[in-house]
């Protein structure tokens, strides 16, 4: 059986785009699934090696179907990320003028990336939501609607033409997407990871979260995320998704993770992976003083040297 | 002109069931709109006298779209909250039997809530989304889908008929709403009452946030809810949503409201009001020993009689 | 009658030396007291209108006598502080040789301050207290010791030659005095003033004396002294006396210390007063951002805008 | 050779009377110095096993000779500590009476704890320090002074009398004492233990010495003593002495320090020892959720699970 990538389809999207460029890519066969649910689940009942589904987009933020997904159920854990830049083309059939459209698709996760260019350029079209900004194109095909947001590269597989492209809202709008897979010995550090966690407080009490942001902050750690997702126990209830500097085994990562799973209800490591952000073979090291690996190690053997008696 | 409230519609929907439950409802026209936006965009401009909108949920978290409507453009505030217990009836045209439906919808927020019971019972059946729960219930009256999830109060509207109700995945589930109106002097705190403020960061470093939160923390102010938001300058970039315990006429919530507008680049008020959580009259005093009203003034006369001398 | 400033005597010790470095010494009637505590008394009983007395030198640390005083009993206030650089001269009787000295003496507070000294010149030598460097000097003249430590000024007083000068066994060595009153308006702030108070805890809990330096520290607000006194409730309780930069008037300093007031058991305040170790004329601004009086009196102008919904 | 304990002499002093409460002390030579320099000196030098020297008590607090020994100089270890509750005797050649009494001496330590009883009983007596309580014993036996302060223990040694015992102004009166030797492996924990170490601060910024105590805060480590010691880099320059609840051995104990050793400039291990002022057998526990051994060791095992990709 050749390894196989599911990612959240249909062909033709930009969650396709994002993990053509992927090296391993090119080694597995990229199967497309309906939903996020539907790709993460063949991961944990083996269809799949890994799965590709979006997770954060500068525009909307956490992709809460990814998290919720990644929250709940058997284990999961993230080997890889990816950063796309997201702009937009408008698809007609072609020979449509931009006076003629009257109603308008893509996923709902377009909107808001879309929404200005909108009001400038269609201020009276129809909004419908598609199931995917390529199902969107495929119901311009068919005639359903009249244009749709979508990948420029999008237009050849439909049969449309891009009447406008570079269509966004927000500069630098980006997408991260995750490679997904059953829990493993995360990859080896690059210099420059990202570690994921998902923490359920111990109970509710003024400070509370703001203890758990400590065990990071004392040890230097910068946060790229915290996502507050509910937990099912009823309104005010959250549990965090958090991304955090560093690899697990970075000694100062592995102790902030020791405090959180001490103090924590609940911890969910889900894994610790190269950044997308940086280059390869760029590094980006602890900057508070006493946070390097180098300082952990002589602290320990310093203690260690002082239960012996030998300082 | 008689006063008028705009809410997120259409007419049938749970967000009017909510704000039908305040009693000011009862002496103003209300006026259905067809996004949040619209509806807020109402008060901005002055058609409306406030907008009802659903603003946090148990099982999706916080309603983005209202937030980012919240966060951004003429300031607006928060005048009262409203909690709603929320379950699903599966609307049908008469005479639909469980094993014809092929195809479902209802307004994407719903999906997550009966996500479970369509696994159970309908694990074949198409998921379509609506614009709003009564839209899909309207698209079934009108023949495009077999069934709606909905309130059950929307059958009678639609002429269908409820094949099942009480559907809810998670126990407890809940939404809350807020009646949005224009800036004002914030209604007198009763006791038990809730103030919510938006943060950007000054800059990003290492405890930044938990320095935040311990504006909080410090004045034994509990946190009800978190969310982030992007704030449209990049991935990785967000602003956070945060309700706090408390008046801002409390001593405790000026003082750390004053505090975080030091430290933040930007802090937005967007109100302070009675908490819906609390049966009227109930009373939820701080808990943290030196942070009531009195000890505040106690303190701050002791340090006044020590600047003239008098101690 | 003549207004009189009360000091540590006997006279022509450092003390004396460091009183009439300050203008308004010369104005005054200086009156020697034998003890810190009979001193301090003649301000209390109305008998001197201020008294000056030694807090903090660099090789001892914090006068736990005078500390003691100041945090017990009818309240007093430090007006001003004087640093003084300490060298000792070994005063001997006309024509005695080092070699013939088989006894010294000086005030207890001398002796770690010549330690190596002795150690290096007069290894066999007998220490013996005195009441105070002065009196020493006098014990000498009187035949009872072979040598006193002294400061140089007292030879001539006491018919003694200094038979060495400069000793000192720490670079640097300072003793930093004070002159205290009765409470009044403290004098204003000059941008480079120090503001002592001391704090008992309100109960004995990890974090308790974390969280009072707290106050300091998120307004940005350095310390200077930080010396544990007991309480007299038994051993291991103790009251801290602290030095923090800045002035009661200071908006950051006002709202430290009430917080502290509310969280502590206790609260005296000692005083604030110009900074010693600052050019007449310096400043020593908050360096933390967020902490400047203009930012405390924007963030207050903003909550009350909100408070009163005009924002 | 038979192994010897130094002491601070002379004999018949509180310190002895400590010090034979230590059940090894019977099977050791007893040899008293004449001050804590040239006792510890004796153990630094090998001459003694180990010397047993006061170091904290109820009225003056820490023992700052005692304190700034252990502080500089070679590495030295605390192995034990014995608290003993002091009461003075004011003791007379026999037949002395109240009313003749015209001077008294004893060690300055002893003064402010006896200072009200002389301000009501003897209030027109000269007082004149000794070297010890013992010393002060031995000059009223010569003639010298007309009373003494001191242990009543101390009468029958130089031939005085009692004339009233049991003077101590404050209640609860108790010196706290230590036996230290050369750096030694730890005893092992008795469940009620406790760990001195000397912090440096690596700089000299606000919040840096609540950062320190945060190390133990966060880890819900009590603090028991506190005192600030200059460092002799001139005025306002201290290292920390702080005794904290816990043995080295236990974790959280453990990684304080090691957090300490990270961010101080140097740290200074004086030892773990069992506490004096439990009763043995007694255990003192964590309260702070998270922090027994169990929970650290929990915690270190799941990010090992983690590391290796079995969680």
Chains 1, 2, 3, 4 share one sequence.
Not at 175 to 195: E, I, M
Not at 218 to 237: C, F, K, V, Y
Request: aromatic share 8%.
């Amino acid at each position: 059986m050749p390894a196989s990538y599911a990612y959240l389809g249909p062909e033709g999207t930009f969650t396709e785009v994002a993990l053509r460029t992927l090296p391993e890519a090119a080694t597995r066969e990229l199967i497309p699934y309906v939903s996020v649910q539907s790709a993460l689940d063949a991961v944990r009942n083996g269809e799949a090696e890994a799965a590709f589904v979006p997770i954060e987009n500068s525009v909307e933020g956490g992709v809460t179907t990814t998290l919720d997904e990644l929250v709940a159920g058997k284990p999961l854990m993230i080997y890889r990320e990816v950063l796309l830049s997201i702009t937009f083309a408008l698809l007609v059939r072609p020979g449509t003028k931009l006076s003629e459209i009257k109603t308008v698709t893509a996923h709902p996760v377009a909107q808001p990336q879309v929404r200005n260019w909108l009001r400038a350029h269609l201020p009276d079209a129809l909004w419908e939501s598609a199931a995917s900004n390529a199902d969107g194109a495929r119901l311009v095909q068919e005639g359903r609607y009249d244009a749709a947001f979508a990948g420029e590269f999008a237009a050849e597989r439909y049969g449309l033409e891009a009447l406008e492209t570079g269509i966004h809202d927000a500069e630098n709008a980006q997408t991260r997407f995750v490679l997904v897979g059953r829990p493993a010995r995360p990859a080896a550090p690059t210099g420059a990871d990202k570690t994921s966690v998902v923490l359920w407080q111990n109970d509710d009490h003024p400070g509370g979260l703001r203890d758990l942001l400590g065990e990071f902050a004392t040890r230097g750690i910068n946060l790229m995320l915290l996502q507050s997702r509910p937990t099912g126990a009823g309104i005010g209830n959250y549990c965090f998704c958090i991304d955090a500097e560093g690899h697990i085994s970075d000694r100062r990562v592995a102790e902030a993770l020791m405090g959180l799973k001490r103090i924590c209800r609940q911890v969910r490591f889900l894994g610790s992976y190269p950044r997308a952000d940086v280059e390869p073979g760029e590094t980006v090291g602890p900057t508070l003083p006493g946070t390097s690996d180098e300082e952990f190690v002589a602290a320990s053997d310093w203690v260690a040297r002082c239960q012996d008696g030998r300082f």
